[in-house]
């Protein structure tokens, strides 16, 4: 009865766990923005105003200045912090340069 049926069940595991053993490169191509380490967070400073990046944007994969107002790109989990490679974030006129006529 209940042996028979678990020794079956162990059999199927094992088959399933060779097959997808064999595609060595399978999921190399379609592979995931790399999230970035939460860690890393406390060691970041921005190069331009040397002060910390604490702020990260989970669904662009960028780390955010929003003093300055630029978010750096993250490759493969790595924090491009070159200021050529940021993005500004505000891009909005001031409010006091709109009012005027």
């Given at each position: 009865?209940?042996?028979?049926?678990?020794?079956?069940?162990?059999?199927?595991?094992?088959?399933?766990?060779?097959?997808?053993?064999?595609?060595?490169?399978?999921?190399?191509?379609?592979a995931p923005p790399q999230p970035l380490e939460p860690s890393l967070l406390?060691?970041?400073?921005?190069?331009?105003?040397?002060?910390?990046?604490?702020?990260?944007?989970e669904s662009t994969n960028e780390l955010i200045n929003e003093e300055?107002?630029?978010?750096?790109?993250?490759?493969?989990?790595?924090p491009n912090m070159v200021p050529e490679a940021a993005r500004r974030t505000h891009t909005k006129a001031p409010a006091e340069a709109s009012e005027q006529p």
């Open positions: 009865g209940p042996a028979h049926r678990r020794h079956c069940h162990r059999q199927q595991e094992q088959e399933q766990s060779s097959g997808s053993g064999s595609g060595s490169d399978s999921g190399s191509g379609s406390r060691f970041l400073v921005c190069p331009l105003s040397k002060r910390p990046l604490s702020r990260y944007e300055l107002g630029i978010a750096y790109p993250i490759i493969d989990g790595i």
